[in-house]
């Protein structure tokens, strides 16, 4: 059973920090590249950050550049978001992505459930 279970979410206030996990099982985590989405409320779901299976290239959103780094560690299967510097506009449900282009074109792409941010004072 494919799992993406994602915790570290809560509430903080402005020019806080937060670091999210998502720890993957039941797919090889290695072969995946690994994403963290966002969507507030009447908003679209947008990417936030990326990086590559063996976590050697990574991209950002304009919004959360030098502010949020995503990191993986594939012996525990699990890919982090920190989150430094909040902003109230970072409140938001952050899902975890797994994605895995096909050769034969396609991709093959798992999501987690999400877990609220919020960010006030």
């Known amino acids: 059973q494919v799992q993406l279970v994602e915790s570290g979410g809560g509430l903080v206030q402005p020019g806080g920090s937060l670091r999210l996990s998502c720890v993957a099982s039941?797919?090889?985590?290695?072969?995946?590249?690994m994403s963290w989405y966002r969507q507030a409320p009447g908003k679209e779901r947008e990417l936030v950050a990326a990086?590559?299976?063996?976590?050697?290239?990574?991209n950002y959103a304009d919004s959360v550049k030098g502010r949020f780094t995503i990191s993986r560690d594939n012996a525990k299967n699990t890919v982090y978001l920190q989150m430094n510097s909040l902003k109230p506009e970072d409140t938001a449900v952050y899902y975890c992505n797994a994605e895995r282009v096909l050769i034969l074109g396609g991709a093959q792409t798992f999501w987690g459930q999400g877990t609220q941010v919020t960010v006030s004072s």
């Open positions: 039941g797919f090889t985590f290695s072969m995946y590249a």
């Open positions: 990086v590559t299976s063996a976590g050697g290239r990574t």
